[in-house]
């Protein structure tokens, strides 16, 4: 008896029909689109679905040509994502209409033709994060359609706002080499050149980096060990080539008993052996004196 109820038994060659899905609408978030209906219902029953849509060319030059969509012919959910269908920005009619068996509906037509620029741009999913001393953004993948401007600036008074393109989705992105002590903010939004639209920013999110810059003392005792070093070094180099050169090559000072006194600017050049007759002289000249003592 219920099952009676849901059908149409109006139908002039005695076949029933079932209801035509009701209330079509679509959703449309960040060039994502889900057509939704009303759901047939009959107890007991599957009841299928086929999904078919005419772009401009065909809805001007060949009305009568409806293209099955890729996804939902059939379904058995009462929805449908027709984003691999809308691939153009133009208004796209879209209709839909149940079967059971060798039973159908009529089709249901969406009330007012679909175009992909009236789909609703959210700001993007973002994950900003420190590696060290570097500021990274991670964003959400919405398809190869979008692309992200993101700002990013120093939180502090007056400070310069810096915008980024970035293309890459789902990969850490580095942006900034941050200060010691220093918090960073970054927001973002999309773009979408196919439909020539912004979405609105997002909340900013800042970091910081632990950490505190040299102390006014500390950074002058760094100056001036800094200068000893450019002095020291030097001079220990060259004290260091002086000792290591008069170990090498020591000067010989010849002692007066080896010089001629008559003639000063030449040097007497003895063998060993003359030094040690020098010697024997000298000592055999000295022991009469000794003795006399």
Request: some cysteine; hydrophobic content about 40%; proline content about 8%.
């Amino acid at each position: 008896m219920v099952h009676r109820a849901c059908l149409n038994a109006s139908n002039p060659d005695g076949v029933a029909v079932l209801p035509a899905p009701q209330n079509l609408s679509v959703q449309s978030t960040n060039m994502k689109h889900l057509l939704m209906w009303s759901p047939v219902i009959v107890p007991g029953e599957i009841i299928y679905y086929f999904v078919e849509y005419q772009g401009e060319y065909e809805s001007l030059y060949m009305s009568h040509i409806w293209i099955p969509s890729s996804w939902c012919s059939p379904t058995e959910c009462p929805e449908c994502d027709i984003t691999d269908d809308i691939t153009a920005t133009v208004p796209y009619k879209l209709r839909v209409r149940a079967t059971l068996g060798s039973q159908t509906s009529a089709w249901s037509t969406l009330p007012h033709p679909f175009n992909r620029n009236s789909t609703t741009l959210t700001p993007p999913v973002m994950e900003v994060t420190k590696d060290g001393f570097h500021l990274v953004i991670k964003l959400e993948d919405l398809g190869p359609q979008f692309e992200f401007l993101v700002a990013y600036w120093r939180r502090e008074p007056g400070a310069k706002e810096h915008v980024q393109v970035v293309r890459s989705r789902g990969i850490p992105v580095h942006l900034e080499t941050m200060e010691p002590g220093a918090a960073y903010c970054v927001k973002v939004r999309t773009f979408v050149k196919v439909i020539g639209r912004h979405s609105p920013s997002s909340q900013a999110e800042c970091v910081k980096v632990q950490g505190e810059t040299l102390p006014l003392a500390l950074a002058l005792f760094a100056f001036v060990g800094f200068m000893l070093i450019l002095v020291v070094v030097p001079l220990s180099i060259w004290k260091m080539g002086q000792l290591l050169r008069n170990s090498c090559c020591p000067v010989v000072v010849l002692p007066d008993t080896l010089k001629i006194t008559n003639s000063p600017q030449k040097l007497i050049s003895c063998r060993k052996e003359e030094v040690e007759a020098c010697a024997t002289a000298v000592l055999s000249s000295e022991e009469p004196f000794r003795a006399w003592l």
